[in-house]
């Protein structure tokens, strides 16, 4: 039994309105046991944490980091099959190299949990799963698979078939694909639990825990795409959230209204004609003052991982505060994947992700993370 005593930090536990509060966090095996103002354990490794904050490890959750591979001499792309536009079948746990140098950047930088999904060139694009980024053997570093299915509205879909002039070339292609694919969804789940018989499709058979609500569906939207999105997901009433959600200012009222989750960014893209036209970063605090969980990404390794941080710095200069802004990184995106009594908080029985910090991620220029604790085991010292 190995037992750490995480003594005299600041603790950002992600806990009811009063969790941040200088204390201890006692680990066993792997998991946390309590977090107080004060804990003696004579048995305990004591870490020193004075003048540091201790935070649940952070978690992206959007990343396609180890599937747009970037490690060898050209890029891989194992995140799109884009062979039809329909694909929801495809695991993107057989497409990762868990040797990407991103991960390691990644816990060094605090982030020890992502949600990694296929990329967004099918309307359908795979299965997404949860993974902490400290491992060798993906599989024994899956927390949650599936976690999510992956879909995408707009031009990427559209400029993926439109070049091989096929449906979908256009916006109402993707949304007649996204209507119709459901549509023939509800209709094999309600065959199969009624006995009938049925040819066996891997598409539609990965498509039923979404029906189920047993996971979200994440979808690829910005600008006016978000409606077209919360039409269908709301007539079939899965769980969503809308990704990236550039624009999300206009559609305020639709949004809650939805009771939909966002996963806003990356915050730092750069403006441009079309779905990148408007990068509303003043969107966050306006979601989050309505009860809109949001969680915000770096869409990696699109951008860097460590940009994360610049990520929550923009949320606060929004007007959003730290502490709540922290949270968008921790427990909102847990809660979204269903995985809040895992990961995302400092609370007794969840695995011991931890960070210690020097100063403020997001507010301190000079910010950094000094340890990193991925299942109780330290994996990196500053």
């Known amino acids: ?50 003048g540091l904050c201790v935070m649940p490890g952070l978690i992206d959750a959007h990343s396609h980091i180890g599937l747009f591979d970037f490690n060898s001499d050209e890029a891989v792309d194992d995140a799109n099959e884009m062979t039809d536009p329909v694909s929801a079948a495809v695991d993107a746990r057989y497409g990762i190299n868990p040797k990407a140098r991103e991960l390691r950047v990644a816990y060094e930088h605090g982030i020890t949990s992502m949600l990694f999904t296929p990329g967004s060139g099918d309307v359908f694009c795979g299965q997404a799963f949860v993974a902490k980024t400290f491992g060798d053997n993906i599989f024994d570093m899956t927390v949650k698979a599936p976690a999510a299915v992956k879909i995408a509205l707009g031009g990427n879909p559209k400029n993926t078939f439109g070049d091989l002039k096929r449906l979908p070339m256009t916006r109402m292609g993707v949304a007649h694909v ?14 199969k639990e009624k006995g009938e018989a049925l040819d066996y499709d891997a598409n539609m058979e990965a498509l039923i825990p979404a029906l189920k609500r047993e996971i979200p569906c994440k979808i690829h939207c910005t600008q006016y795409d978000m409606l077209t999105a919360i039409e269908a997901a709301t007539a079939y009433n899965v769980r969503f959230s809308l990704e990236h959600a550039w624009g999300a200012a206009d559609y305020l009222d639709e949004i809650v209204e939805s009771g939909c989750d966002i996963c806003y960014g990356p915050i730092a893209t750069y403006r441009a004609p079309g779905e990148r036209r408007k990068v509303d970063i003043e969107a966050v605090k306006m979601l989050d003052d309505r009860g809109v969980n949001v969680a915000i990404i770096t869409d990696s390794p699109i951008l860097s991982e ?20 922290v949270r968008m990184v921790t427990i909102n995106p847990a809660v979204q994947l269903g995985l809040e009594e895992r990961i995302g908080c400092l609370g007794a029985g969840r695995d011991a992700d931890i960070i210690l910090v020097k100063g403020r991620l997001g507010l301190d220029t000079n910010a950094a993370v000094m340890m990193t604790m991925v299942d109780g085991e330290i994996v990196y010292r500053a």
């Open 306 to 325: 460590e940009s994360l941080y610049h990520h929550i710095g923009e949320a606060v200069r929004e007007g959003v505060s730290h502490e709540r802004a």
């Open 1 to 50: 039994m190995k037992r750490i005593l995480i003594k005299g930090g600041t603790l950002y536990t992600m806990i009811g309105k009063d969790g941040i509060f200088k204390g201890d966090v006692l680990i066993e095996d792997g998991k946390i046991i309590e977090t107080k103002e004060s804990i003696h354990a004579e048995d305990a490794e004591v870490i020193d944490a004075s």
């Open 178 to 191: 996204l209507w119709d694919t459901f549509g023939k969804a509800k209709e094999y789940l309600e065959k």
